[in-house]
């Protein structure tokens, strides 16, 4: 289990920085649109914040 989490978590941490460069991109567009900025761009931190953590979390499941 734990080698198939080390693993995973090469693909998770990259993905997890394409998501965040993508939830700023997304946010940055919402002010054309500038009612929907107000929920998307506290979304899309929750969003990027979320896959950071789920990269950190099994990082350290890998090294226990």
């Known amino acids: 289990m734990r080698t ?3 693993h ?3 693909v998770i941490c990259p ?3 394409v998501i965040c ?6 946010c940055h567009l919402s002010f054309v649109i500038c009612p929907l900025s107000f929920v998307i761009c ?4 929750v969003l ?16 226990l």
Do not use: K, R
Not at 21 to 26: A, E, G, K, P, Y
Not at 48 to 63: D, G
């Open 21 to 26: 460069h993508l939830s700023f991109v997304i």
């Open 48 to 63: 990027c914040h979320l896959s950071f953590v789920i990269c950190h979390l099994s990082f350290v499941i890998c090294h």
């Open 4 to 6: 198939v989490i080390c």
């Open 42 to 45: 506290p979304l899309s931190f």
């Open 15 to 17: 993905l997890s920085f």
């Open 8 to 10: 995973l978590s090469f």
